[in-house]
């Protein structure tokens, strides 16, 4: 509460009154981050496809701006933002690309390094293959219901949901390539740095 009847809660920080500065610090944070990765290509390891996602999110996220019956789409597909940002730092805080597991690290690094890591699994598996196809079978039951009120399938739902499968897309194919770099890395018996991600 307060003197000027503003409630603060995750809910309404995705769907009340304080979605417009949510909606507005999401759109700058992706306008900014685009317009790094153009300008700085090799800040990650494949910039045109982080172009493109930042593009489709940007139109993705007018979608919520203009039908406020979903925005809370908006608010659960920017916790992905959490796994991006321990993607980060693993980057920042192990720039060796020093394996989590090993025991031979001073006590100070050694657990950050397993803290940021259990923290990157944790929320890749949570956010990117469990919450995201969660959201795409909500995304097309509300398609259907919504088809049904609006009198027609065309609608901006229909919309949605390719946007929607895209990013699901991008999740499933960005976990094979961290599966992949994992396999490599056993197989070579730890001879190699680990891939950071993205």
């Not at 992905?80 to 192990?94: D, G, H, M, P, Q």
Request: aromatic share 16%; hydrophobic share 50%.
């Amino acid at each position: 509460g307060g003197s000027s009847g503003t409630t603060l809660s995750i809910a309404t920080a995705w769907t009340g009154e304080w979605f417009l500065p949510f909606f507005q610090i999401t759109a700058l944070y992706f306008v900014v981050d685009l317009l790094w990765v153009a300008l700085v290509p090799k800040c990650v390891k494949s910039p045109a496809t982080i172009v493109q996602h930042h593009i489709a999110t940007i139109c993705y996220i007018l979608i919520p701006y203009y039908y406020p019956f979903v925005r809370w789409v908006m608010g659960a597909c920017m916790s992905v933002e959490v796994n991006t940002w321990c993607l980060i730092a693993r980057r920042v805080f192990n720039k060796q690309g020093l394996p989590p597991w090993i025991l031979n690290l001073p006590l100070g690094v050694s657990i950050r390094i397993k803290l940021i890591s259990v923290l990157f699994y944790t929320s890749w598996i949570l956010i990117r293959i469990v919450l995201y196809p969660v959201i795409w079978v909500v995304l097309f039951a509300l398609w259907k219901e919504y088809s049904i009120e609006v009198g027609t399938g065309w609608n901006v739902l229909a919309i949605a949901l390719p946007l929607h499968t895209v990013f699901c897309a991008l999740n499933i194919n960005w976990t094979f390539d961290l599966l992949l770099s994992k396999i490599r890395y056993w197989r070579k018996g730890g001879k190699e740095k680990i891939d950071k991600g993205l």
